[in-house]
């Protein structure tokens, strides 16, 4: 079993759609947890942090749940330029360790 | 943007052969950290460098090593390479215990014919 696991998508939704991400971690050690974007060809960047209490950023909003050992991540009314491939990622003895990402087409 | 600088972006080897790819941190950052991004693939920790010494590995051979320098650069080496090791190398910088955001350079990809 891998140590983060995500939805394989891809995802192709209309554009003003709201899009759900799912994402599970085995490690219960985990200590941070993060979402990254990932452009076609280009190095992944970091979305958001995600903490318990949940957080929002415009339209994107992340949620943890330690007891579960599952992290989400809202995306709504999105737009074309949501397009991307989106990466969890936990923080793990230091280390960063990331699922295999969620492939999201918006479409017009 | 991040600071964080590769090289070289793109390169060929072939089988068999060995390559040197190198990473330069962001400023005051003390922890590098290698990645390995095949295509479709989300990036598989390599291994971690912290003032200097290897600070924890990933399910990666031997043929994979690296250094970090004083300066807290870094390279990553790949001997006998294999058709397999063709991905996107990708080298993040952090400052170890302030929350542990790691900033992502823009890669070295690497084809092996």
């Known amino acids: 079993r891998k140590e983060v696991e995500q939805d394989p998508g891809p995802f192709n939704v209309p554009e003003g759609a709201t899009v759900a991400f799912n994402c599970t971690y085995s490690?219960?050690?985990?200590?941070?947890f993060f979402w990254y974007r990932q452009d076609c060809r280009k190095e992944p960047k970091l979305l958001m942090s995600?903490?318990?209490s949940g957080n929002e950023d415009g339209r994107f909003t992340a949620q943890l749940n330690r007891a579960s050992q599952y992290i989400s991540l809202l995306i709504r009314d999105s737009k074309l330029s949501d397009s991307a491939t989106y990466l969890c990622?936990?923080?793990?003895?230091?280390?960063?360790?990331f699922g295999k990402g969620t492939r999201l087409h918006i479409l017009p | 943007e991040t600071g964080v600088t590769q090289s070289p972006t793109h390169l060929i080897k072939t089988r068999g052969q060995q390559v040197t790819l190198r990473c330069s941190s962001q400023s005051g950052h003390n922890t590098v950290s290698w990645y390995q991004q095949a295509l479709g693939q989300g990036p598989q920790f390599i291994f971690q460098y912290y003032r200097e010494e290897e600070n924890g590995r990933g399910n990666f051979p031997p043929r994979f090593s690296g250094l970090q320098f004083p300066n807290y650069s870094s390279e990553l080496n790949v001997n006998a390479l294999e058709l397999d090791d063709s991905a996107l190398y990708l080298c993040?910088?952090?400052?170890?215990?302030?929350?542990?955001?790691?900033?992502f350079g823009e890669g070295s990809w690497l084809t092996v014919v």
């Open positions: 490690n219960s050690a985990s200590q941070s």
């Open positions: 993040a910088s952090s400052l170890r215990g302030r929350g542990n955001t790691i900033y």
């Open positions: 995600v903490y318990s």
């Open positions: 990622a936990v923080n793990r003895d230091d280390k960063i360790i």
